[in-house]
C-alpha cells in the first residue's frame, strides 16, 4: 500500500464521520417528542425523514455486502450459469413487495415483528400472546442475523488484510468500532446518508477492477470478455433450469428482504408510501446493474486461463489473489475503500437493524426511564456480539458458509406468517400469537426433513417447499377452526 492509498482509505473514513455530524446536526431539527416510541422512531427509523435518493441508495449499498463483493465474480469464476435468471427472480419478489407489502404493513411499527403483531388493522396494542410471540420471532432473528453478519465481516475484513497485511482481529476491531460509532452517534439517518457514499465507491471499484481485468484479457478482451460474461449471465439450456433459477431468486429475496429488518427499515423511514415504492423499484434496477458489472469482473479474470475447478471458498480465495496482484499504486486504494464500503455499509445497518429488535421485541424499552442512554447501549452490545462472532470465524473458516445461510432459514417462519396474515388478508383470517408461530416453526422444520430424506432439492427450492408446506398446513388449520 502506498502513500496516496493510504491517503484514499483515510479520506473515506473522515467522511463517514463528516456525513454523519452533519446528519445528526439536521436531526437535531426534528421533534423527538417526550415519548420512548417517538426518541426510539428518530434513532431507528431517522424521524421518518428519509428522501427518495437516501432510500435508493441505501438500499442497494446494505445489500451488497462484502459477500456479494467476493461471492458473484467467484461463482462467475467458477462456470456458474444463467445467474442472472436467479437476479429476474429477485425482480419479481420487489414488485410483490412493493404491491403488497408497503400497502398493507410497512406503514405501521417500528420493526417487521412489531407490523406483525400490529396486523393489518393495525392494532394500538397486541394481545399478550401476540407479544410473547412477537418475542420470539425477535430472538430467533437477532441471533441468525448476528451469526450472518459476522460471516460477511469475516469475507470483507480478511480481504482488506490481504492488502495491508495486518492481522485479522486488529482491522476487525477497528473495522467495527467506527461503523459502530457512527450508527450509534446518527442512528439511521446517518446509516442511509453514509451508504449514498458507499454506494458510490463500491462502484468505483467495481469499474477499476473491470478495467484491469480487461487488460490482463489482452487483445480483443472487450469482446471475449462480453461472451464470457453473456454466457455466465443466460447460459443456461432448457425451460426447467430457467424457471428454477427464477423461482429460486424470488423466494431467497422475498425472505431476506420481504421480511428482512435490514431491509424494511428503509422504507418505514420513508417520508411517504409513495417514496418507499420508488424505492423499491429504482433499488432493483440498481442493483442488477451492479451484480451483472460483478459478474462481469469474474467471467473475465479468467479469460485464456484453464478452466477453475475447485469449491466456491477456493474461487473465492482465487478471485482474492488475483485482485491483490494485479492492482498498482492508487487502484488499490480504491479497491480497499471499495471493500471497506460494502462491509461497513452492510453492517452499520445491520447494528441498526439489530439494535431496534433488541430495543422493541426483545427488551421493550418502555420500561426503562433513560431510554436514550439505554438504546446507545444496545447498539454497543450489538457491535461486540458481532465482532466476537466474527472473531471466532476467522479462527474457524469452515463455519463461513453456514453462518451465511442461517438467516434466511431462520426468516422462513417469519415469511409464512405475514403472507397469511397480510398478503392473504382478508381471505384468510389468520389467528397471530405464540402457539401458530411454533406451528409454523415445525412446519418449516418437517419441510426440511422431507426434502433431506426423500426429494433431495438444491438449497433455494428447499426454501420453496418448506414456505409452501408451512403456508398449507397453516391455511388448513385456520379453515379447520371455521370448520369445527
Partial sequence: MSAIDHFLVISYIAALYVITWYSTKSMKKLEAGSSPRKHAEKQFLGGRSATTVEAVFSIVATEFSAMTFVQLPALAILGRRGLLWGIIGIMLGRWVISRFLLRNFYRSGLTVFDSLSRGVKDYS????????????????????????????????????????????????????????????????????????????????????????????????GFSHAFDAASTVAFGTSGLIPILA????????????????????????????????????????????????????????????????????????????????????????????????????????????????????????????????????????????????????????????????????????????CFILRFVCYPRVMFGYGLHTVVFTILSCIMGWVLNTLYFGFPPQMAIFLCLFMSIATLWFYEKLKIWI
Fill in 245 to 416: 433459477g427464477i423461482a429460486s431468486g424470488f423466494v431467497s429475496d422475498f425472505t431476506t428482504h420481504g421480511v428482512e429488518q435490514d431491509f424494511v427499515q428503509k422504507l418505514k423511514a420513508c417520508r411517504t408510501p409513495g417514496i418507499a415504492a420508488r424505492a423499491v423499484v429504482w433499488s432493483t434496477w440498481l442493483t442488477v446493474g451492479l451484480q451483472t458489472l460483478f459478474i462481469c469482473i469474474g467471467a473475465t479474470f479468467v479469460l485464456g486461463m484453464p478452466e477453475f475447478k475447485g469449491s466456491l471458498p477456493a474461487a473465492i480465495q482465487y478471485f482474492m489473489d488475483q485482485t491483490v496482484g494485479s492492482l498498482g499504486a492508487g487502484t488499490r486504494g480504491i479497491v480497499v475503500v471499495a471493500i471497506l464500503s460494502a462491509t461497513m455499509s452492510s453492517l452499520d445497518s445491520s447494528l441498526n437493524a439489530l439494535s431496534a429488535v433488541l430495543w422493541n421485541d426483545i427488551l421493550p424499552g418502555e420500561r426503562a426511564a433513560r431510554y436514550p442512554i439505554f438504546m446507545k447501549v444496545d447498539n454497543a452490545v450489538v457491535a461486540v456480539f458481532v465482532a466476537l462472532f466474527a472473531f471466532f470465524v476467522g479462527q474457524h473458516p469452515m463455519y463461513v458458509k453456514g453462518f451465511l445461510s442461517l438467516n434466511a432459514y431462520v426468516l422462513l417462519p417469519v415469511v409464512c
Fill in 125 to 220: 396494542s397486541t394481545t399478550p400472546s401476540a407479544q410473547r410471540a412477537q418475542r420470539l420471532m425477535g430472538m430467533m432473528y437477532f441471533f441468525s442475523k448476528v451469526l450472518s453478519v459476522a460471516g460477511a465481516m469475516y469475507l470483507g475484513v480478511s480481504f482488506v488484510a490481504r492488502f495491508y497485511g495486518w492481522p485479522y482481529h486488529w482491522l476487525l476491531a477497528g473495522v467495527v468500532a467506527i461503523t459502530a460509532s457512527y450508527t450509534m452517534a446518527g442512528g439511521l439517518k446517518a446509516v442511509m446518508r453514509t451508504d449514498i457514499l458507499q454506494f458510490g465507491t463500491i462502484a468505483m471499484g467495481g469499474l477499476v477492477l473491470i478495467v484491469v481485468a480487461l487488460q490482463k484479457a489482452g487483445e480483443n
